[in-house]
């Protein structure tokens, strides 16, 4: 969620193009172009969760999404999907540590344990140097701490990968990871203060595209402006931020919401499990959705480039519609059929 008026908790997707400038503006405040260049000249981006995909702990044997094989939201993660050439972003989470310092990790707590007694911490209350002693160390002469990961039925589960990679800051991401590969990063901050968002606001808007992150209706809030799709291009509007973030289910349920975008001049990209399924994201890229963000990176990213491919014609979906016209060509009717194909997957919780 971005930063309007006062909200109780910010949760600013900030750009593909990190600290890019923003274009001219208009007399009425919104960019003369697409905020996103690249989005013209790629068609559908793909961006990697959390680097190659987010570390589903617990992830029962089979699992179409189980843990990622390197560490999510490491360097190690990061420079995996700028090897791929069809990934043009790189999703991360940003905290700030006790001592300003921000760092990359999702979780609002992070766990350990020692002699069989399990610590639990706040990230934002740890300093950077006690932040960076969980886990493999860059320096082999430290002593780390296991890291454990809590899922939401509450079970606490070793947090384990193939491929171990040591916590790191923004800096170092910034330093490190290839400077053609974009970043989307969503800064968490504490859902018990109040940030007043003028000078915040102002102060992203500076260096940084900001897009708002919505549910899409999906899930009830409080804050009204988090419900809808069609609220959050409202809110999008009325402080001239660049685009919408949403969960994608919220898309697919509200196709009419795409268009209201590119009205706007804003961009539209979407998160979730079913951004792991090549149909549903095909639906996206015919509806006009400028980016999805995914787990499966190898193998979205290689779906999403076959889509614009003129033999795509061939494929299982020829029977229903003419692949070879570009997604603008695509009536409502057309995109209601291909919406129908995979009902049960819309409705399957998170």
């Not at 007694?117 to 320096?139: A, C, H, I, N, P």
């Not at 079913?274 to 095909?282: D, P, T």
């Not at 995914?294 to 003129?310: G, R």
Request: aromatic share 6%; with cysteine.
């Amino acid at each position: 969620m971005a930063l309007p008026a006062t909200t109780p908790r910010a949760a600013a997707r900030c750009p593909i193009a990190a600290c890019a400038p923003t274009p001219p503006v208009t007399a009425g405040g919104r960019p003369r172009e697409l905020p996103f260049a690249l989005l013209a000249e790629r068609g559908m981006m793909v961006g990697g969760h959390r680097g190659m995909g987010m570390n589903a702990v617990g992830a029962p044997p089979g699992a179409r999404v189980g843990a990622a094989r390197e560490r999510e939201n490491t360097l190690l993660s990061f420079g995996r999907a700028a090897e791929h050439a069809a990934v043009a972003f790189v999703e991360f989470d940003v905290q700030v540590t006790k001592d300003g310092c921000p760092v990359i990790f999702h979780d609002d707590f992070i766990l350990t344990q020692k002699t069989e007694v399990l610590y639990e911490m706040r990230v934002t209350d740890l300093l950077l140097e006690e932040f960076l002693s969980y886990g493999v160390q860059k320096e082999p002469h430290k002593v780390s701490k296991p890291l454990l990961r809590r899922m939401e039925d509450g079970r606490v589960l070793t947090w384990s990968t193939e491929e171990d990679d040591y916590l790191c800051t923004l800096q170092e991401v910034f330093e490190h990871v290839s400077p053609h590969l974009g970043f989307n990063i969503e800064l968490k901050f504490d859902d018990n203060i109040i940030y007043p968002s003028v000078n915040l606001n102002r102060a992203l808007q500076a260096v940084l595209q900001v897009l708002f992150l919505t549910e899409g209706g999906t899930a009830k809030h409080d804050d009204t402006r988090r419900n809808s799709l069609d609220n959050a291009i409202h809110v999008c509007q009325e402080y001239d931020l660049h685009g919408v973030v949403s969960e994608v289910r919220g898309v697919l349920k509200n196709p009419s919401a795409i268009l209201k975008a590119q009205e706007s001049n804003l961009a539209i990209l979407t998160y979730g499990q079913l951004n792991n399924v090549r149909e549903a994201v095909y639906v996206q890229y015919l509806m006009g959705v400028n980016g999805v963000i995914v787990d499966l990176v190898e193998e979205i990213s290689n779906a999403v480039a076959d889509f614009s491919k003129p033999d795509l014609g061939q494929s299982t979906f020829s029977n229903s519609v003419d692949i070879g016209r570009k997604h603008e060509s695509f009536s409502q009717q057309q995109l209601g059929f291909l919406l129908r194909l995979i009902p049960e997957l819309i409705q399957q919780p998170h």
